[in-house]
């Protein structure tokens, strides 16, 4: 079975350019997660899609950041004009069910460098 | 709020010794899970060991294993015989059945060198 795949690895971008990030979730999982890891810092919650719905946004620094779902399959997280301290790995999180001791399945991130 | 410590933002253990990487947390919810991740390089991050707070023996799983102590609200992970492959950074986590939180609450990660 596949497990959680981002795309790409890596990215590299000038500020003020739009970047997308692409989640593919474990399939039959509803909940896709994105969280972010600025570098030496603790990885933060961004959001949490149930199928196609935002449960939860309250993650999500600033209105830069648009995070898709449709169809409830596969995810995209764009950054649109990028800043600098937007760098960082953004990791794509997947579960079949919502619960505190849910096994979340994560991918391999995205490293994102805003020069 | 809930925060997750992790003050060892290095550490380094010979192949087939045992080491202890400590996890600190800071909530007021008496139920809840904690975690350990592993995240390989280049890898994807995987779950090395969880346990419910409620649950007073501490979670093994092979050569693996916590020392929860609920009342410290401290974590720790013990790898014993240690492996070139343990070479990791090591995630904990926290983890509360709460609508108003934001979800799964890190550490910043300690990285596990492995010395052959």
């Known amino acids: 079975e596949a497990g959680v795949t981002q795309f790409p690895s890596h990215s590299v971008i000038e500020k003020g350019q739009t970047v997308t990030l692409r989640c593919d979730p474990i399939s039959g999982h509803d909940n896709l997660y994105w969280y972010r890891r600025v570098m030496g810092k603790e990885i933060k919650f961004l959001l949490h899609f149930v199928k196609e719905s935002k449960q939860d946004e309250s993650g999500m620094p600033n209105n830069r950041f648009l995070a898709e779902r449709t169809g409830g399959t596969y995810s995209t997280l764009k950054v649109q004009p990028a800043e600098l301290e937007d760098s960082g790995v953004y990791f794509c999180?997947?579960?079949?069910?919502?619960?505190?001791?849910?096994?979340?399945?994560f991918g391999q991130g995205t490293r994102l460098t805003v020069v | 709020a809930q925060t997750v410590t992790q003050s060892q933002p290095e550490m380094s253990v010979q192949e087939a010794e045992t080491v202890t990487l400590s996890c600190t947390y800071d909530t007021s919810e008496s139920d809840y899970y904690l975690f350990w991740y592993k995240q390989p390089p280049s890898r994807q991050m995987i779950l090395v060991i969880r346990q419910e707070a409620y649950k007073q023996q501490n979670a093994t799983e092979n050569r693996f294993s916590v020392n929860f102590q609920k009342a410290a609200k401290s974590f720790s992970l013990k790898i014993s015989d240690s492996q070139l492959g343990d070479a990791a950074m090591y995630f904990c986590?926290?983890?509360?059945?709460?609508?108003?939180?934001?979800?799964?609450?890190f550490g910043a990660g300690t990285r596990l060198t492995v010395k052959p």
């Open positions: 999180a997947s579960s079949q069910v919502y619960g505190m001791n849910t096994e979340a399945f």
């Open positions: 986590a926290y983890r509360t059945d709460s609508y108003n939180n934001n979800d799964m609450r």
